[in-house]
């Protein structure tokens, strides 16, 4: 979910010690409250990062684990 963005913009998940993914998965709107689902494989470490084109408040729900 995110949300409180003063202007459009978009939000990028991906895997820690991996390259960043050339486009955003969720698109923000200025003014808006945006919920997806977005599977994210996580990094060997357990961990992913995350970056918003815009300063804008990231809220992330764990809702699954799936193991190999």
């Known amino acids: 979910t995110a949300g409180a963005a ?4 978009g939000v990028t998940l991906w895997p820690t ?7 955003p998965q969720v698109a ?10 977005v599977p994210c494989p996580l990094g ?7 970056q918003t084109s815009v ?3 990231v809220r992330l729900d764990i809702v699954a684990w799936l193991s190999p």
């Open 17 to 23: 010690a991996t390259s960043r993914p050339a486009a």
């Open 44 to 50: 060997a470490d357990g961990s992913l990062q995350v």
């Open 28 to 37: 923000v709107r200025s003014g808006e409250l945006t919920s997806c689902l």
């Open 55 to 57: 300063a804008t408040r």
């Open 6 to 9: 003063p202007t459009s913009g």
